[in-house]
């Protein structure tokens, strides 16, 4: 009873905003797209030339399907919107950035729950807010230094829902290097269908932790045409914690692509794959493993304000390189696959009302990994499949 009440609850506000983006004059205030513009043309005029300033929010509701959870509990392998049974703000992102014919700068702020929870296993405070700031210098045509705490390029998924199919992530993208405290040389050709970067620096992301070893990657992007992009990239370097008795070192793949073949579809795929190999220094202990990603997704458009979108997904982790010991159920045979499906309406570009259905399993009920709330006295509503609904709204201006 208490959940139907929740669901009312979420639909009466869909409603009400719903009544709001399509009914502002019977409200007598400006229709939104209005508001926005006037937004847009207040920092042309004020704006120093160069500067962009971007704000976005997005608001979420996670109820779970089957069974009974603690309001308090967090979904495993979330990369948002972690909280069950609560609305709640899963991101405020503040942007900006600067760009003249030299130099460019990027300041990105963000608080809510994602941020706090791909930050969950880093020990510096500082990255539980701020997820880009970096300065960078141009030394020839196309050719560019940047260094400072870099976005990851890092997977077709975006950490903001707004860029993305679904609102929620797949498990494989929440294993993935996200951001890196280092430098970044950059290349793009004059035609702009080649970009090429190599990096070095120190992630700071959920399967690396914080470290003082330095990684390293590179990074080619190939888009041929406006409807299609092709991206390579990868992290190789120790993991280990400085001054542990063993060293850790991964090699880190991921191809994906974009592409829009008709005027209503959109497709994305992505596959990562990943290897270990850990050495103990005081012992003759030697570890090997790896572990593979998937995901493939499309939306249509029904209408220009209306879209349908499924994914699917894997993940694969057989040596728990990534896992490690993320839940109590461990196994040598790892995997978790499934599907999400979702509903969007956009009341105008850069805001949406979204409802998502996600259905994960391990396909072993021996192996429970899902809901797990660990007390004093062992685990609470462990399981082997996981199945849940979605309600998230976002502006971004």
Known sequence: MEQAKKIILIIMVAACLFTLFFNGSA??????????????????????KGLTVEAYIDVYYVGNIGGTIPSSHTYEFQSNSPYINQVRVNMLDLDIQYENRWARATADIRFGD???LLAGNATAEWINYLHELSLGFRIYKGLWFDCGYLESPVGVESSRPVDNLLSTCTVGSHYEPSTLLGAALSFTTPDEKWEFSGWAGNPFTVPFGKNHHVMFGIDVNCKPNDDLMVSYNNALGNTAPQGASFDRHYFFNNLFARWDPAPRWNLIAQADLAFMHSESKVTNLVKRGSMASGLIGAKYWLYPKFSLAIRGEMFYDPDNIL???SYTGMTTQFMIFGYSAGFEFKPFSDAYIRLQ?????????????????????????????????????GIRF
């Open 357 to 393: 259905y996600n259905w994960l399993t391990t396909g072993d009920p021996g192996v429970k990994p899902f809901n797990e709330v660990v007390f004093t006295d062992g685990s609470y509503w462990a399981d082997y499949s996981r199945q849940d609904f979605v309600i998230t709204m």
């Open 27 to 48: 409200l007598r205030c400006q229709p939104v797209d209005s508001l926005l513009y006037q937004a847009d043309q207040w920092k042309k005029r004020n704006l120093i």
């Open 114 to 116: 994602q941020p706090q």
């Open 323 to 325: 896992i490690g010991d």
